[in-house]
């Protein structure tokens, strides 16, 4: 058994691999300590686009100031793509990127590539053992993958004849047991040299895969400690070691659980690593763990919008992390049809009457009793952004709907609505429009997003960002509302960039030029005017 922990390199996805050098140091001393065989430093890259700390690039000029205890050989990474993608020969990329074994304090380098990039990375293999080093090559998102396929890739990792160790990854965090021993054994149709394996936590399955593979002769472990790393996480050291403490092991377990207690707690609190559920489902349909950590990390994006968005990517095929694909996740853009425009319906439908937009904020369960009388008493128009379960249908008139991340994430909610909806069309296709119950009427009034723009015509509006309460007031604009009521338009925590959205849109709203009260009748930390549901009615 040989121990590989990757902390720094894998853990790094979280933290830009900005690591305080305090806690680098009690690692270093920690893993050597522990015993650990191998200490992956982090990765080894190009510059960049944007601001990455200093483990993204793991220069030789870092490795030198950094206290290296002995015991555990030290490794970098790096990315094939990074090698094929240079626009320099494989060689002078190489080059570029690494000195001589003998002038280095690594000894060990693992390439990572995708299969498709298998055909093409002989050379970047043979350059580094050229250089002396040891070289580990890393199948990523091997599970899934047809047996031929895995042979064959293990075929020409043979052919080469410099792969020190070769390693299977669970990029995707799907597999099981099953699946890593057939894995396995399709990888020693040709392979009879050290295999190792890199497991991810999405399912919580991720120690057990990893000890599984090992009663199966897989003798390269990777680990991080408490299973920092990308998405919700790898194996981790702290649980891998005390399952071996059991047995005649050379590994000290203690030296890291000081670690995880003094150090990666707190960071883990910091950062949010670790399995759950969306992570699980994501895994289920093969969804790139990254989408769902950069869904997780945004403020913007609320449970709803989040799991609509892991919905769209489990039919997109996006094993694959593609910033574009999540943006469209988000926004949809690849289901928006160019024509933006809508019918022309709304116009004067509100009919000079009060219109009450309802939100989604905790003040409706909170003051539902004083809603619910104030539409018995006024009887104005109220317009439900969405289906709220706080507010009994028969006291809305209108449900909106313009983010199709929600209606999917609800669309089990609306099969049996009897109540009118307005939502731009051209924003939904035919699958996800067949879940509304046919014999509601639709209003269809077009949407458009425009960066600092909020204006209002007869077929559509434009809107700054995608926040359906801009959408509605336009809608209650056209309609020709004599004033508009808000409740349920709570605000968020200072700092949460939700909030600072919200109010540049209102802000927005506030400058138009049609002139309309807008009254929120329930508390709000947004820039409108404030009235109570419990105001009498004179």
Wanted: glycine share 8%.
């Amino acid at each position: 058994m040989k121990i590989l922990d990757c902390t720094l390199r894998d853990g790094g996805y979280y933290n830009k691999w900005d690591f305080n050098f305090d806690v680098v140091n009690a690692y270093l001393e920690a893993v050597a300590a522990a015993k650990i065989d191998y200490v992956e430093l982090g990765l080894r890259n190009f510059p960049q686009e944007g601001f990455l700390g200093p483990f993204a690039y793991t220069t030789e000029s870092l490795i030198n100031r950094l206290t290296l205890p002995e015991g555990p050989v030290y490794g970098v990474m790096i990315d094939a793509k990074t090698i094929l993608s240079s626009g320099m020969s494989v060689e002078e990329a190489v080059d570029k990127l690494f000195v001589e074994k003998s002038e280095s304090k690594l000894s060990l380098v693992r390439v990572a590539a995708h299969f498709h990039e298998v055909e093409h990375s002989e050379p970047i293999v043979n350059a580094l053992k050229n250089k002396g080093y040891i070289v580990g090559y890393n199948l990523m998102q091997s599970g899934g993958k047809a047996d031929d396929i895995i042979a064959d890739k293990a075929r020409q990792a043979v052919d080469w004849g410099c792969v020190d160790a070769l390693y299977f990854a669970d990029s995707l965090g799907n597999m099981d047991t099953k699946e890593v021993n057939r894995i396995i054994k399709a990888l020693r149709t040709h392979w009879k040299g050290e295999l190792g394996i890199h497991t991810h936590n999405n399912m919580a399955k991720a120690l057990d895969n990893t000890l599984a593979a090992y009663e199966s002769g897989v003798t390269w472990l990777d680990v991080t400690v408490t299973g920092m790393g990308r998405g919700a996480g790898n194996a981790q050291t702290e649980n891998l070691l005390a399952v071996l403490s059991k047995t005649e092991s050379p590994y000290q377990a203690s030296p890291i659980y000081d670690l995880v207690v003094r150090y990666f707690d707190k960071m883990q609190k910091e950062y949010g690593w670790g399995s759950n559920f969306l992570y699980f489902i994501g895994a289920q349909n093969d969804v790139h763990p990254t989408y769902v950590q950069n869904l997780l990390s945004d403020e913007r994006y609320g449970p709803d919008e989040i799991v609509g968005a892991i919905e769209y990517l489990s039919n997109a095929k996006a094993s694959s992390y593609n910033g574009k694909v999540l943006e469209q996740a988000l926004k949809l853009n690849d289901q928006i049809d160019i024509e933006e425009d809508g019918s022309n319906e709304l116009i004067g439908r509100f009919d000079n009457r009060e219109v009450l937009i309802i939100g989604g904020g905790e003040s409706v369960l909170k003051y539902k009793n004083g809603i619910l009388g104030y539409i018995s008493e006024h009887n104005p128009i109220v317009l439900s952004i969405n289906v709220n379960k706080n507010v009994p249908v028969e006291y809305v008139d209108y449900y909106i709907i313009s983010h199709n991340a929600k209606f999917l994430a609800e669309r089990s909610k609306y099969k049996d609505l009897t109540k009118p909806i307005i939502l731009p069309k051209h924003r939904f296709n035919k699958d996800e429009l067949s879940y509304l119950n046919p014999e509601i009427k639709v209003f269809d009034y077009g949407l458009r997003i425009e960066e600092d723009i909020y204006d209002i015509a007869d077929t559509r509006c434009t809107i700054p960002s995608e926040l359906t309460v801009g959408y509605a007031i336009a809608a209650a604009f056209i309609g020709n509302a004599s004033s508009i009521k808000l409740v349920g338009f709570d605000g968020f925590e200072k700092g949460d960039n939700r909030q600072q959205e919200m109010v540049d849109l209102f802000i927005k709203i506030n400058e138009f030029k049609q002139k309309k009260e807008i009254l929120s009748l329930t508390p709000t930390s947004y820039p409108v005017k404030e009235g109570s549901v419990y105001a009498p009615f004179i």
